[in-house]
T-cell receptor, first 114, second 108 residues
């Protein structure tokens, strides 16, 4: 069974540009989570989608946004890129939002802003 | 606000030297406590889920335990391939919150 897949693996953008990252969840999973992990730091919660709706967002500015499609795949958009947005962006998927079901991570997308 | 604190930040052991990693948490309505392993530049790999105090789970050289305030990840007779960052996370009502991780190095 395929795990969580993310694309692209690496992305280099210039400050001020926009970046789009994509995530396909494990088959049967309806929830998608996005996390940012800057080099040497912990995972910071960005966004949580379930059944196509945004359920929660972390303490990030509005230029971080996303959506979840009817097939449960998800997209993270980062507008007006800043140098400090350079990080590993991790997507995870799980089943449901009311239980403690495990979430599984993809390998991440490396975003470098120059 | 839900919080997770892991200690120590870094731990260096000799091969075969057993030890424990700590995860202290505060959360309203614990729905699950999770342990992950993360290798450099990779996504976290799921290890265990614990749901209630007293629960224990084992996998190879790893054993996770849970109390009402903290969880321990015990590593028995570790090998160099166990070197990684170990992440603890708790799921409350709203989101999954991660600790900063413990960077474990096992020297041969």
């Amino acid at each position: 069974e395929a795990g969580v897949t993310q694309s692209p693996t690496h992305l280099i953008k210039t400050r001020g540009q926009q970046a789009t990252l994509r995530c396909s969840p494990i088959s049967g999973h309806t929830s998608v989570y996005w996390y940012q992990q800057a080099l040497g730091l912990g995972l910071q919660f960005l966004l949580w989608y379930d059944e196509g709706e945004e359920r929660n967002r972390g303490n990030f500015p509005p230029r971080f946004s996303g959506r979840q499609f009817p097939n449960y795949s998800s997209e993270l958009n980062v507008n007006a890129l800043e140098l400090e947005d350079s990080a590993l962006y991790l997507c995870a998927s799980g089943t449901g939002d009311s239980s403690g079901n495990t979430i599984y991570f993809g390998e991440g997308s490396w975003l470098t802003v120059v | 606000e839900d919080q997770v604190t892991q200690s120590p930040e870094a731990l260096r052991l000799q091969e075969g030297e057993s030890s424990s990693l700590n995860c202290s948490y505060t959360v309203s309505g614990l729905r699950g406590l999770f342990w992950y392993r993360q290798d450099p530049g990779k996504g976290p790999e799921f290890l265990f889920t614990l749901y209630s105090a007293g629960e224990e789970k084992e996998k190879e050289r790893l054993k996770a335990t849970l109390t009402k305030k903290e969880s321990f990840l015990h590593i028995t007779a570790p090998k160099p391939e166990d070197s990684a960052t170990y992440l603890c996370a708790v799921k409350g009502a709203q989101k999954l919150v991660f600790g900063q991780g413990t960077r474990l190095t096992i020297n041969p």
